[in-house]
């Protein structure tokens, strides 16, 4: 997919307004994290007066982020009031376009799904994508009632690469016709919330930070299964997005020079190895058609021989690929998810052959260098709720000591 990305850097000066919002949230990621917690106790995380702690929480409470969950006795004095984030006081969309599907979350500030589907695309151009994105909002909010007045915004997660590159047009893993179109733009105006784009890759990675395999990582590297293979980056817990967000287009590295022809025009790309679309290719050589995960989970489970075949064959390269992950990023794992049966991940990484040469490859290490993520098939789509609430709780300017 080609679409426009604005990737303007803007340097976020001192001013009233963006000071307000820096405390309002240094405050609100302070009780999220520390919860239940007092307001004295903020006061000295945060550097800020109690005064002007006092002053953001009743905002917040207000608002219906915070809520009062009783007093609690420490030494002389008052029992001071404890405060904690309210879960339900606002909730975030998540959307993952894939090139035949829609995947979507509804999600409240604690990060609990509170609605999740699946919608078949006949197509994936621009209109009928917005089409459908406007339906699934609608749908989550008929099915959660309290949404519709506390909705932060939308997550809107999709294949790359963005603009205008020598990837464009790749075929059944890309989606087609979003050249030079402002999706962000478009899709803001059409669900009426703001919208935050991201690739499938780095929104998943995001997940597995919050609520699953890498939630006491600060340095990893998430391969994504969606219909080709992306990869997400994050270190020292910071997202790695390149200077276009196009950073981790891990299924058109060449891992087999003169191999197979890719649609991006290349011979040898790791998607035509390992990845969903190069399973299907695979099956339909022998008349096996496989419409989604549930068929590859069966396939599996009947221990069908050319699906195992397959799937010793994509090892290889795969191996390849993860030993070169590790020595570019020197994570402190490589997780393996997205939309590809737990059972087959799971069998994937026990016969990978990962590379001695390796800087992962190291003494006294007490975590594997390959993990499954934990999140499953909504792995992206729950990334995308989360980049929002991530969006609205982290402070966006670094606090200097």
């Known amino acids: 997919m080609c679409m426009e990305r604005n990737t303007t850097h803007k340097i976020v000066g001192s001013?009233?307004?963006r000071t307000r919002l820096h405390n309002r949230?240094?405050?609100?990621?302070?009780?999220?994290?520390h919860q239940p917690v007092g307001r004295a106790e903020i006061a000295r995380y945060s550097g800020l007066t109690t005064q002007t702690v006092s002053n953001i929480i009743s905002a917040l409470e207000s608002q219906g982020y915070l809520v009062d969950v009783g007093r609690q006795v420490r030494g002389r004095g008052l029992p001071a009031s404890q405060y904690a984030v309210n879960a339900n006081g606002a909730v975030a969309m998540g959307i993952e376009v894939r090139p035949s599907a829609m995947f979507a979350a509804l999600v409240n500030l604690s990060g609990e799904t509170l609605y999740a589907s699946r919608h078949a695309l006949e197509s994936n151009v621009p209109d009928i994508v917005i089409r459908m994105a406007c339906a699934i909002m609608k749908e989550a909010k008929d099915s959660v009632p309290m949404a519709a007045g506390k909705m932060l915004g939308a997550g809107v997660v999709m294949p790359g690469p963005?603009?205008?590159?020598?990837l464009s047009g790749l075929g059944q893993s890309a989606l087609q016709g979003w050249e030079g179109v402002d999706a962000a733009a478009r899709l803001e105006a059409a669900l009426n919330v703001p919208v935050i784009l991201e690739n499938d890759a780095t929104a998943a990675a995001v997940t597995e930070h919050v609520s699953g395999v890498a939630t006491d990582l600060g340095s990893y590297c998430y391969i994504y299964f969606g219909?080709?293979?992306?990869l997400g980056v994050v270190t020292d817990g910071?997202?790695?997005?390149?200077?276009?967000?196009?950073?981790?287009e891990l299924g058109h590295?060449?891992?087999?020079?003169?191999?197979n022809l890719c649609a991006c025009g290349n011979r040898g790309c790791l998607e035509t190895y390992t990845s969903r679309l190069a399973v299907q290719q695979h099956m339909g050589k022998f008349g096996?058609?496989?419409?989604?995960v549930d068929d590859l989970e069966n396939l599996f489970a009947a221990k069908n021989p050319h699906l195992e075949t397959w799937i010793e064959q994509a090892v290889i390269p795969l191996s390849q690929t993860i030993g070169m992950i590790e020595n570019l990023f020197d994570p402190q794992a490589v997780i393996l998810g997205g939309a590809m049966p737990d059972a087959i991940l799971d069998d994937m990484i026990e016969r990978l052959i990962l590379p001695e040469g390796s800087v992962s490859n190291r003494l006294g290490r007490t975590l594997p260098r390959v993990l499954r993520g934990a999140s499953g098939r909504m792995t992206a789509?729950?990334?995308?709720a989360a980049l929002v609430i991530h969006d609205t709780i982290t402070p966006r300017i670094v606090a200097r000591s």
């Open 15 to 17: 001013n009233a307004e």
């Open 253 to 259: 590295v060449v891992v087999k020079p003169g191999g």
């Open 227 to 230: 219909t080709g293979l992306g």
């Open 162 to 166: 963005f603009g205008d590159v020598g």
């Open 381 to 384: 789509a729950l990334g995308g």
């Open 25 to 33: 949230q240094v405050v609100l990621g302070l009780v999220r994290t």
């Open 288 to 292: 096996v058609t496989i419409d989604g």
């Open 238 to 248: 910071k997202i790695m997005r390149g200077a276009f967000g196009n950073a981790g």
